[in-house]
Structure formats: structure tokens, C-alpha cells
């Protein structure tokens, strides 16, 4: 699976996209799931994490937004918001904090994290990390920032341990045991603050690029994971696809490309404890230009009223814009041109027309929901956009999933994406918070 959304995602403070994967990250709360403590460790005790059965509520603010900031966020809905993100060059004695982060560890109260990474923050991570001297200062740096700025938690997100994110990142067949030795330090540095990362579908890479068959020793250090369960397909896959499937084991073979059900799956397997797990879910989708014809699969049916096909080709040379968050072309971290990344925010959705105020679907617009992903789509025939997206029947699935599986909660990505809480509020209720 992703071999690289690239496009996308995460964050990009640039301009881009979305952020995806980065950044994210969570709560406060009462005691947790207890983290940690291996026999190789020193007891940890954490202060402020939740808890298992979905009772974190985390999502990640993204700090370059001019129109949603600090006093934009509704902290009664979350248990955690992280500030993201802050990005590491390749000294590992410094780290970029962005503009503001004072103001919002002041707002959060304690359930201020820090994601540190991101998209487009991932290039040095493999050097930062790469030899036990470089470990101790990044650890010093991070643990100096996390204390002098009053932080409850610090979120890791390195797009990606052992496998390229962004094409300039540098990558080494020793990252993820670096990223374990780097936690570990990290961990004993800071055993009275959260500490969470923000991971693929799949588990952490091995020396040669294959999932980790055993993950309990980053179990032992993280109190969490967040799966950033999205991008699973996008405008770098070869049809339209669901942006964030619940499900794809009912899918077919060739459109298995991940899900929350698949990599849950995964990680627990690989030893990783499902209430040691959150759920990453987008407040985004993404948009595909599809011809009427390629949309209904059928010239000869009407895209307003006949329905939707599941999986349609659309032409890439055509890429939608997306919404005004996401106007972006220039140049990407790594110098490389850039279009559109075409990811439109659910807030973006209902500005431009797709979507009514309550998050329903406009008028004149054919939508569908896809059972097996347990998302919805929407197509204008006009325009011939269409989005693979979540809205509020796919997030209380999602947190449906979320409890019956016991997992720690969700994060979702990002705060600014959201319209009126409706997604927030949708899934809350479903974790039963109310
Ligand atoms: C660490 O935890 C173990 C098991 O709960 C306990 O027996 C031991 O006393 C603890 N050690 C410290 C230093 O708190
Ligand atoms: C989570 O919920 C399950 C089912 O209700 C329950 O058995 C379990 O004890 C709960 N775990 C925690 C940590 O509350
Ligand atoms: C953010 O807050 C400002 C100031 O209260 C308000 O004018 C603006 O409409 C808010 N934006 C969003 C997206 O809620
Ligand atoms: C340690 O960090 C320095 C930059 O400060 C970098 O040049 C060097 O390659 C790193 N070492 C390793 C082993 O990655
Ligand atoms: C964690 O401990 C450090 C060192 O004692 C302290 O400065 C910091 O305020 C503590 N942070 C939290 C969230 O308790
Ligand atoms: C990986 O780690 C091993 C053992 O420490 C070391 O011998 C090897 O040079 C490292 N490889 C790279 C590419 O850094
Ligand atoms: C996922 O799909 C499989 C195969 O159809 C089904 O057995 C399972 O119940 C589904 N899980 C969820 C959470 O939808
Ligand atoms: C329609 O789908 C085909 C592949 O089936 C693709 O080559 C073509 O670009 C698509 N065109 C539009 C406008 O959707
Ligand atoms: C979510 O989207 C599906 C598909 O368009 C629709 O049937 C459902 O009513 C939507 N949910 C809400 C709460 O608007």
C-alpha cells in the first residue's frame, strides 16, 4: 500500500495537502493504559493518558492555518489535541516549534501534545536517530522543549521508519530498530508525559522494508499508536478508491489497499495491543475528475440519478484543486513540482457545494455509500468531481469499530477540517462520550 501518497498528505505546512499521517495525536486523562514498562525498562508511570474502550478523543491541530486557530478549538471535544506539527531538520540539537505554541498549551489546559514530523518533516529522521550521540541530543532537545513549554505529551511521526515518504527523505535499513533505541531513550527522559506515534497501516518496516513481525517493544515505550488510516487511496492510485475504508477484507483482491480492519489486524498481530491503539480518521477526502459515463459505468445512464460505480477510472492530467486550504502548486519539500493535491476538507465540501450545511448531500449532486468501506462518495455531474470523503454515518461506524474492538480511541486529522462538529460530535457520540 502506499508506496507513496505522496501526494498528500501530511502535513504540509507548505501547502499542500493535507496532512495526513503526521500528525495527530491525543489526551489526557486519567490513567493509563499504562504504558509501558518491559522488564527492560524502568516503571513508567504516564499522567495523563486515557484509557482503553475509546476514551481518547485526540486530534491534531494544524499551526499554519490564518482561518481556524487556537481559539477556533472546541477542547470540550477532544481529550488531547496535538500541536502539529514541529519540524526537525537535520541538527538535532534544534527543533522548529512554528509560531503560537504558547498560546496553545495555554488554551489546551493538559491535553496539549506535540507531534514532531510530519509529511514533510520526515526527511532528517533517519540521521536524527541514526547513531546513539545524534539519539541522546535529539532526546534532550525534545525532552528541554516538552517540559519548558508545559507539554502533556510528545507524538512521533516519521513518514516513514525504512521506507521512503517523501523521495528526498534519507531512509536506512536500520530505522525502525534506531526509531526503538530513540523511543526507549525518549521514554526514560520523559516518563511523566504521553508519548504516542503516528503510524502506517502497516507495521514498522524491518531491515528489509517487510512489515515487523514483532512490535511489543515499542508497545513497552509508546502509550499509543495512531494508525492514520487515510490516503489509502488517492489521485497516485489507478482508480478511485475510498479514502479511509473501515473494512476492505470484502473487498476484492486487487482493491485490498488497507483499511481500519486490516491494519488493526496487523498491528495486534505483530504484538502490539489493540487498547494501545487509536484510530486516525480524516476529516478530508479526496477528489477525482470522472467522466458521467466512467462514474455510473454506463453512457447511457444518467450520473444525477443512476448510481455510482465503486471503483471508476478517473483522468490524473485533470486533477481537481480541492478547497481553498489546498490551492497549492510550486514546489514540493524536496524541490520537485507540484500540482494539485485535490483534497477537499468536509468544512471545504459544503463551500463549495457539495454538501449542505448539515452535511448532507446537495441537490443535484449522485452520491453513494460504499458498503464494504463504509464510506460515502458524492460526484457532481457538472463539474465531474467526485469525492471519496467520511461524514457523520461513516465516523460513527468508525467509532463503533473503535469500541468493539477496545480500542484506545480516535484522532482525527485535522481539527480546522471539521464543520459545525459534525463529524466530531458523530463519532464522540458513537465512543459514547457525549
Ligand atoms: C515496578 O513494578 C513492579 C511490578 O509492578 C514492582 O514490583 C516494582 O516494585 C516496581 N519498581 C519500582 C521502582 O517502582
Ligand atoms: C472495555 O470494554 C469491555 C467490554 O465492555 C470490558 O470487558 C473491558 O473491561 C473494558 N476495558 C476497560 C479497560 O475498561
Ligand atoms: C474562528 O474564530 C474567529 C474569531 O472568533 C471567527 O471569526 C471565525 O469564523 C472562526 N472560524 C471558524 C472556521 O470557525
Ligand atoms: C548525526 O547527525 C549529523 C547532523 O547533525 C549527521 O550529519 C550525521 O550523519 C548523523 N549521524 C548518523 C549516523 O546518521
Ligand atoms: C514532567 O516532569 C518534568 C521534570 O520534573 C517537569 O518539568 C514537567 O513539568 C512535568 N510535566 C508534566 C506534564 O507533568
Ligand atoms: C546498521 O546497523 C549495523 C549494526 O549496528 C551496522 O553495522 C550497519 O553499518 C548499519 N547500517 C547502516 C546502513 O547504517
Ligand atoms: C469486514 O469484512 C469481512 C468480510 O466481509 C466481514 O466478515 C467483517 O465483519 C467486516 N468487518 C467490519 C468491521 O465491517
Ligand atoms: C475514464 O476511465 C478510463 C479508464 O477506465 C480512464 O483512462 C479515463 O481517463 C477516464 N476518464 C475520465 C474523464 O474519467
Ligand atoms: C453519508 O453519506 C451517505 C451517502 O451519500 C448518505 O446516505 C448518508 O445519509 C450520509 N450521512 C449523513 C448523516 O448525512
Known sequence: MLAFPLTLLMALPFALAAPRCSVKTTSAATSAPTGSSSSSSPNITTSNTGGSNGTIAMSWFANWRTDFTVSNISWDKYTAVSWFATNPGNDPSTLDLANGLEEFVTAAHSNALMTVGGWDGSMYFSSLVGSSDNRTTFVNTIRDIAFSNGL??????????????????????????????????????????????????????????????DVSQFADVLDYIEIMNYDVWGSFSSTVGPNAPLNDTCAS????????????????????????????VPAYGHS?????????????????????????????????????????????????????????????????????????????????????????YVYNPQSQIMISYDNATSFAAKGEFVVSNNLAGFAMYETGGDYNNILIDAINSAVGRS
Not at 490551492?327 to 524541490?335: E, H, I, L, R
Open 152 to 213: 502533556d505529551g510528545i507524538d512521533i511521526d516519521w513518514e516513514y521508519p525504512g521506507k521512503p515518504g517523501l523521495e528526498c527523505n534519507i531512509v536506512s535499513p536500520n530505522d525502525s530498530a534506531n526509531l526503538l533505541s530513540f523511543l526507549q531513550a525518549l521514554r526514560a527522559a520523559t516518563p511523566n508525559i504521553t508519548l504516542s506515534a503516528a503510524v502506517a497501516v502497516t507495521p514498522f518496516a524491518d531491515s528489509t522494508g517487510q512489515p515487523m513481525t
Open 253 to 280: 483482491a486487487g482493491q485490498q489497499a488497507g483499511s481500519a480492519v486490516s491494519a488493526v489486524a496487523a498491528w495486534t498481530k505483530a504484538g502490539f495491543p489493540s487498547n494501545k491503539i487509536i484510530l486516525g
Open 288 to 376: 477525482y475528475f470522472v467522466s458521467n459515463a466512467n462514474a455510473t459505468g454506463s453512457s447511457s445512464t444518467d450520473a444525477t440519478t443512476g448510481s455510482l460505480i465503486a471503483y471508476p477510472g478517473f483522468n490524473a492530467a485533470q486533477q481537481p484543486a480541492g478547497d481553498a486550504w489546498n490551492d497549492v502548486s510550486g514546489t514540493d519539500p524536496c524541490g520537485n513540482p507540484q500540482g494539485p493535491t485535490g483534497v477537499y476538507d468536509f468544512w471545504g465540501m459544503i463551500a463549495d457545494g457539495f454538501l449542505n450545511e448539515d452535511g448532507s448531500v446537495a441537490s443535484g449532486m449522485a452520491s453513494r455509500y460504499d458498503s464494504c468501506s463504509q464510506t460515502p
